[in-house]
């Protein structure tokens, strides 16, 4: 039937995308073109697409009959690993992907339908960035996906994967999604790109330094997971949805326990007596997960704190946990932040929160004080006590000052707390303490150092140990190293179907 037959040419013509000559480009790039991205992100055979012939409505500067199959966006839906998920990724390969008018609106569309069926949005961004020629219609259609993606925020979850460029207004799109995902060469993410910058402030700088991992992995931290190429990114954007549930009214999905939640012998003693001696934080995490297995959050940012997703005894899990091993596994302004938003995503998706902690507190000093310590610091406190999810916390060694509270005491958020025989549990540590309380007393005294190290010894031993904040119930129980994986397990069973309630309210007014 003829009517049949022009329906097949259209799609064919469509799935074309550029042309023979732009896919070619793509691919010598080190670049899968949308239509196979998709493919291999959803499992075989269930995807959907929508919106395929969709086109532009413009006539000036050359646009005006001016063909972009399918809009440069391919959108659509199927299942991944078994669930659904709505995704878009943009075309690279038909006008360099450009953000117009429609693209806008298909892009936004399948926001809105992801957070109306209650299923995660995953954007694959690659793309030249606005389309000029379309003047305020592009600027417009900006606004429609931000104003998608943030009434979607909280109820769906949002990855973005930047696979390619991502330059300009476009830029705030994926940053404002719960995790992104940026491909070592080829992704790029900048509120303006060199050309721009050069112009506009006479800097020379090139697009790498300018907008690439290093830029946004390490510095900014906008980028929460660098990921090799293509196909590296699709695949840890799979994992990361295993995760996560379908939306907020959803538990995360419980896999089978790989291993019994017994004792882990090898945690006694692994962290080492001397308070001021650096370990890695990392090796005590993935001996309390299951089978090992610790998928990070924003490794490169603030390494100084740990986030990131692990399971006990199958159940999705976030973890927060300070890393000695990088600047004392001291709480700075960019720690805080990293921590906070991290806590926040967990108890919007339902997620269980573990701290560990061994820091010896906030960071002082001029520069933190002037980049805030103080309202970057209260986003921990904030964020943990705010937070519904169950928390359990356990303090593995040094617990001092304000640290104790941001990393989730009693009575900061947490429902259980456990700490280990070496934990020190302190307002500030017993030097300090002793040359503050006693001042007078040990300058007057006949032999000032002799009275300084009673003193210090005194107060050591009544307050550098888990037992006195144990004795006041502030700590629940004082565990063997061994024990922790066995007892967060049996916890999180009790905390199964806990329920909060709290006063009415739209949202606390959280420092910024």
């Known amino acids: 039937m003829e009517l049949y037959a022009e ?14 000559k732009a896919v070619a480009k793509q691919h010598q790039s080190g670049k899968w073109t949308a239509r196979e991205r998709m493919e291999y992100f959803f499992d075989p055979g269930t995807f959907n697409e929508t919106g395929m012939f969709i086109k532009h409505r413009q006539a000036g500067f ?68 606005a389309r000029l020629q379309e003047g305020i219609d592009t600027l417009e259609a900006y606004a429609w996906l931000f104003r998608s993606q943030i009434r979607a925020s909280g109820v769906i979850p949002q990855l973005a994967l930047l696979m390619g460029p991502c330059l300009g207004g476009q830029a705030y799109h994926p940053v404002m999604q719960d995790f992104v995902l940026q491909c070592r060469e080829a992704g790029f993410m900048g509120i303006a790109g060199p050309a721009f910058v050069k112009t506009q402030l006479g800097i020379d ?57 017994g004792a882990v012998p090898e945690l006694d003693g692994l962290v ?53 091993d990088w ?32 820091t010896p507190g906030y960071m002082i000093g001029p520069e933190e004080d002037w980049k805030g310590i103080l309202r970057h610091g209260s986003k921990l406190l904030f964020a943990y006590i705010e937070a519904t999810v169950p928390k359990i916390s356990v303090i593995v060694r040094k617990s001092f000052a304000g640290a104790y509270l941001g990393m989730c005491c009693k009575d900061t958020g947490a429902d259980l707390v456990f ?23 040990i ?33 629940d129980d004082v565990i063997m190293p061994s024990e922790t994986r066995q007892r967060i397990c049996a916890a999180l069973d009790l905390l199964e179907n806990k329920q909060v309630t709290g006063p009415w309210k739209k949202y606390s007014n959280i420092t910024l």
Request: proline share 5%; hydrophobic share 40%.
């Open 327 to 358: 600047m004392g596994g001291v709480i700075n302004c960019d720690a805080a932040d990293k921590a906070a938003r991290f806590i926040r995503c967990c108890d919007l998706f339902n997620i269980p929160l573990v701290s560990i902690h061994d």
């Open 62 to 129: 050359g646009m005006a009959g001016k063909e972009i199959p399918a809009e440069g966006v391919i959108v659509g839906y199927g299942k991944v690993n078994g669930r659904t998920v709505m995704a878009a990724a943009e075309d690279y390969t038909s006008m360099a992907g450009t953000f117009g008018e429609y693209h806008g609106k298909k892009f936004a569309r399948a926001i809105d339908l992801a957070r109306e069926m209650g299923i995660p949005f995953v954007g694959m961004n690659d793309s030249g960035g």
């Open 419 to 441: 700490a280990w025989p070496e934990a020190t549990v302190t307002i500030v540590g017993a030097e300090t303490a002793a040359s503050i309380i006693f001042a007078k007393e």
């Open 272 to 324: 080492p007596e001397h308070s001021l001696e650096p370990y890695d934080m990392h090796e005590i995490i993935r001996r309390l997960v299951d089978n090992g297995y610790f998928f990070e959050i924003m490794a490169g940012f603030a390494p100084n704190i740990i986030t990131g997703f692990g399971r006990f005894n199958g159940r999705s899990t976030g973890i927060v946990a300070s890393q000695p």
């Open 205 to 261: 700088i090139d697009l790498q330094t300018l907008s690439g991992v290093e830029a946004h992995a390490v510095k900014s931290g906008c980028t929460h997971v660098v990921v090799e190429d293509d196909r590296d990114c699709l695949d840890r954007a799979k994992e990361l949805l295993q995760f996560l549930p379908q939306n907020n009214r959803e538990k995360p999905p419980v896999t089978k326990p790989g291993e019994p939640s």
């Open 443 to 475: 300058k007057s005294a006949a032999d000032p150092e002799a009275v300084r190290a009673q003193r210090i010894r005194e107060y050591r031993n009544l307050y550098e140990n888990p037992y006195n904040a144990a004795e006041r119930g502030y700590i």
């Open 7 to 20: 329906l097949t040419r259209r799609r064919e013509q469509i799935k074309q995308m550029g042309g023979a």
